[in-house]
């Protein structure tokens, strides 16, 4: 076998390995936010635990989580490649240790730190929290106080900073893991780094079942931290086995160019979680059960944009970044074409689906325990106003990708600017009049408004995009779209209507059933009417899959 043959069936195998994990990791994370519905509802304690949840991801996020592909990744890699007497263990290990060292005493410092202030911290986070803190709101209006005023508890303030304390320390185990995990990503081993996240999640859903009698709410925070320790644990073995054995060596030279790598990245996170940092702000002085109805809404919406749109975009990247060093615009601009396509033909249907089936989909995943009517109803509603952005927030992701693969990482930072922008040109007016659903509609067009500047600045650069037949792309599938969401429509009638809902039994028949007939009617509709772009979407189905089919 020849040294690329063996090298794309490494390839081959990872991506398998990554897709398994990525599918299985989301899966657990709905089967999670299930676990928190049921027990908690949209409720002051669910919203309470996913601010508090919040702050440790967000340590971790800033601090490491971008530089792990960014800089860690690409740097390991170097030190992981065979050096003619084996594998440079020595050197790597030292440098991996070097970076363990790094993240612990960084993050440590920051989770002591971070305690300490808990109080504060979660003031600026959630104002609305508390009855008597409605005024320190971002945007202070009668609407915003009054509503908070009535329905936020001081004891709210109270068990946020509790859980936050509690929940905080699992930033450090998160930082570690994540080194962990780049090292084995360098060292050709993805099969632990892929599971970690769904390790994460059966922590979180074990603790909280069997804890919840004892603890409360509490016991969800103390999942947080029990699963950033389960998955560092899940991850040694594979060091063991790579015959990694950390020695530290802050001065190691590698150090400073991972920080020179991951410094634009640093960057444009900030941007991130000041953005999240806002919409918890604002959706803390829309009442206490604003966060919770949003967070359940926004797991759903990012179930078909991780599986689609992130999916494609990784799967792209390398040939984008193949290209992006050569002076060949063409090939450059057809890759990406391609992944365009790619994900607007698998993300269309969804999207319809999704808009008219928002409320069916919210009971069907949540509505049972302590998660009600009405809470399918402010959730439901949420949905519906995240789901218009599913299109181009698919898209989103690859037009990143795609300055980052042409060593431009200050454009997407800078677009991240002026998207905070469009969120406050939106969220500001509305919040008074609306609410909650004025935050979840200025989200929205904030990621519909990054994606529509991101594709205007890459048309320009690549001298179009979207290639010969777009147009006729686009109504094909269109039309084929439109097909798929007057049938869903005539579906929800009957569903209704016809059968007055048919309790968990018609929501199965309607969201699964009927769900799966009409995306395998809408590639039936574009087979007949013979669109090119069907091979891509087959070329991802494996060959031994397609053989046992055609048997």
């Not at 004892?214 to 560092?232: E, I, K, M, T």
């Not at 097909?483 to 429509?489: E, P």
Request: proline share 5%.
């Amino acid at each position: 076998m020849s040294a690329s043959v063996s090298t794309d069936v490494i390839m081959a195998r990872a991506a398998v390995v990554l897709l398994l994990g990525n599918v299985l990791s989301r899966i657990l994370g709905l089967v999670r936010e299930q676990t928190i519905a049921y027990l908690f509802g949209v409720s002051g304690a669910a919203s309470s635990f996913v601010a508090a949840s919040q702050v440790p991801t967000m340590v971790y996020d800033l601090l490491l989580g971008g530089a792990v592909t960014a800089a860690l990744v690409p740097v390991f890699a170097d030190y992981a490649r065979p050096n003619g007497h084996g594998r440079n263990n020595r050197e790597f290990s030292a440098l991996f240790g070097a970076m363990l060292a790094l993240a612990a005493v960084v993050l440590g410092g920051m989770v002591l730190v971070l305690s300490i202030f808990a109080e504060p911290l979660v003031r600026i986070l959630v104002p609305g929290f508390a009855a008597n803190l409605a005024d320190q709101c971002i945007i202070a209006s009668q609407a915003a106080t009054a509503t908070t005023a009535e329905s936020a508890a001081p004891e709210l303030l109270t068990q946020t900073v509790a859980l936050t304390r509690l929940a905080l320390p699992a930033a450090a185990f998160l930082g570690l893991s994540g080194v962990v995990n780049a090292a084995l990503y360098a060292g050709q081993r993805p099969h632990y780094p892929a599971f970690c996240a769904a390790v994460y999640n059966v922590c979180i859903i074990l603790t909280a079942l069997l804890f919840v009698g004892r603890f409360g709410v509490a016991s969800l925070a103390l999942g947080v931290l029990v699963g950033s320790v389960g998955q560092l644990i899940f991850q040694l073995p594979g060091l063991w086995r790579m015959g990694l054995r950390p020695r530290v060596a802050l001065s190691h030279p590698a150090v400073p160019r991972i920080l020179r790598l991951y410094a634009p990245v640093f960057a444009g996170l900030i941007i991130t979680q000041f953005a999240i940092v806002l919409d918890r702000n604002l959706a803390s002085c829309t009442g206490q059960d604003s966060i919770a109805a949003m967070n359940y809404a926004t797991r759903l919406v990012q179930l078909p944009l991780g599986l689609v749109g992130s999916a494609i975009a990784l799967a792209v990247l390398p040939l984008l970044a193949a290209e992006g060093s050569t002076a060949n615009l063409e090939n450059f601009r057809r890759i990406l074409n391609r992944g365009m396509r790619l994900i607007l033909l698998l993300m269309l249907p969804i999207f319809a689906l999704m808009l008219i089936w928002h409320w069916p989909i919210v009971e069907l995943v949540y509505q049972r325990g302590a998660f009600d009517a009405a809470d399918a109803e402010a959730t439901g509603l949420a949905l519906f106003l995240y789901s218009w952005q599913l299109p181009l927030t698919g898209l989103d992701q690859l037009f990143i990708f795609a300055y980052y693969a042409r060593k431009n990482t200050r454009t997407p930072v800078l677009v991240g600017i002026l998207g905070i922008g469009f969120y406050l040109a939106v969220a500001l007016p509305l919040l008074q009049p609306l609410g909650m659903p004025g935050l979840v509609l200025a989200n929205t067009v904030q990621n519909s408004g990054h994606a529509l500047v991101m594709l205007w600045l890459l048309s320009r650069l690549l001298g179009g995009v979207g290639g010969e037949g777009f147009g006729r792309f686009m109504a094909t599938i269109g039309a084929a779209t439109l097909l798929v969401a007057l049938a869903a429509g005539g579906m929800l009638y009957v569903q209704r209507v016809l059968t007055d809902g048919g309790g968990t039994v018609g929501l199965l028949a309607l969201v699964v059933g009927g769900g799966g007939v009409l995306l395998l009617a809408y590639l039936g509709m574009l087979r007949l009417l013979k669109l090119p772009e069907l091979a891509l979407l087959a070329a991802m189905v494996p060959a031994s899959f397609r053989a046992a089919v055609r048997r």
